[in-house]
């Protein structure tokens, strides 16, 4: 529906820029002779756009890579200013820093807790393991 609406738009700008065309040309047929010229059909259109119509191919190619680029790099619409964003982007650094450095030293602590309870173990077996030798020794030696 939108696009027809464009073009009946489109037919009828052209209708009146051709009626409006017949009528100035219709205006000057009264016979007074001037020599100013009247700007043709093209040369109104190449006026209203503002450039060259129609675009030639090179036109058309830049086109066509400005809007690949828009696609592929959209612009930034960020408008704060740059020290608002490096105050924020510190912010947020000193942030993750801290909340790394809290994950590390839990994670440490478990690991010391792990060898500390593992080491109790080596050495509790080692204790045990002398005692009953000592114990073994003292009674060989009593007999």
Known sequence: M??????????SFLFIILISGVAADGEDSDGAATKEEKPSLI??????????FPPSSWELIQGAM????????PPNLDFRSNSDKNKRE????????KEAATRS???SKEAIEESAKLAGDVVGE????TAE???????????
């Open 2 to 11: 939108n696009e027809s609406r464009r073009i009946i738009f489109g037919f």
């Open 43 to 52: 040369k109104i259109i190449c006026g209203i756009f503002g450039k060259k």
């Open 66 to 73: 400005h809007k690949i680029q828009m696609k592929l790099y």
């Open 90 to 97: 510190e912010e947020d650094k000193g942030e993750k820093v």
């Open 105 to 107: 030293l839990e994670v």
């Open 126 to 129: 080692v204790v045990h393991k």
């Open 133 to 143: 030798k000592v114990t073994k020794e003292t009674s060989h030696d009593e007999m």
